[in-house]
């Protein structure tokens, strides 16, 4: 009998510690993102130009730090507004539309540097690319010069976190093309996320009282047709309200700003 309760217990154990961990990985991070105020704190902080120029491209064209580094000029189209990312995220290429404000600095910058192989080149004397561990320790140095050297939490190992990193500059790109009406699909490619969920993430950080923080929010020249949806996909009369509204914001049909105050509204008549 003792045994019998024992086993019990051990299995009511092992099935709360499933549920916990369970929570755990269902636990969803938002990413932190830059708003007006303090992406202009950052800019005005950066001392050094070849920072600037990395931070600007970086949070411009949406790029992911060793993307940035590695750029080279061969893959730059200032003519047609564009540059191909080369061996990026889970060894893809890709091309990027680049921000009409990006393109002046780009050029004086590529004047500056006439004879160099990569967009952010190391130091002088020496050959190669803008090392990531270098980039970081200089916008490290911007970071805390402007007041955004943040600290949150300690990780696994015990080291320090903190608010900002330079990934949040992409995270925020994302957030603001979505803030400014770029239908979710098309941010997705300009993003170039595997998925739609990952796209889909950024939809709940956005402000909706957030002033413009960008004025070249459309990305026009990425223009892509909708595909056709499949002939397997779901009715739309088989669809409850929250699953239609999320299908017209994925089609494009409504903007991010009219899917939440549906699913605002949805929610109210629910309750």
């Not at 003792?2 to 916990?20: G, M, V, Y």
């Not at 064209?61 to 990026?88: H, P, Y």
């Not at 004047?111 to 130091?123: K, S």
């Not at 009406?181 to 996320?193: D, E, L, N």
Request: net charge positive; charged share 25%; hydrophobic share 35%.
């Amino acid at each position: 009998m003792e045994k019998s309760r024992k086993f019990a217990q051990l299995a009511i154990n092992n099935q709360n510690l499933s549920k916990t961990q369970d929570k755990k990985r269902r636990r969803k991070k938002y990413p932190n993102v830059f708003f007006k105020k303090e992406i202009t704190q950052l800019f005005k902080a950066i001392e050094n130009v070849r920072t600037m120029v990395a931070t600007f491209l970086t949070f411009f064209c949406a790029l992911r730090i060793s993307e940035a580094c590695k750029l080279q000029w061969t893959d730059v189209d200032l003519q047609d507004c564009r540059l191909k990312v080369v061996d990026g995220k889970n060894h893809k290429d890709g091309f990027i539309p680049i921000s009409p404000l990006a393109i002046p600095i780009l050029k004086k910058w590529r004047a500056m540097n006439p004879n160099e192989q990569y967009v952010l080149p190391t130091d002088k004397f020496k050959t190669g690319y803008y090392q990531p561990t270098s980039l970081l320790k200089d916008y490290k140095k911007a970071l805390t010069k402007a007041g955004l050297e943040i600290p949150t939490e300690k990780n696994a190992a015990g080291l320090q976190q903190h608010q900002y990193k330079f990934h949040t500059l992409r995270h925020s790109r994302c957030t603001h093309l979505l803030n400014n009406g770029v239908p979710v699909q098309k941010v997705q490619k300009f993003m170039r996320h595997d998925d739609l969920e990952t796209t889909m993430t950024y939809t709940w950080i956005l402000d909706g009282e957030m002033n413009k923080m960008v004025q070249d929010a459309d990305i026009d020249n990425y223009e892509e047709p909708t595909p056709a949806l499949s002939n397997k996909a779901t009715p739309i009369s088989r669809l409850n309200p929250l699953e239609i509204a999320q299908k017209r914001l994925v089609t494009g049909e409504i903007s991010v700003r009219e899917y939440k105050k549906l699913t605002r509204a949805l929610s109210q008549v629910s309750t």
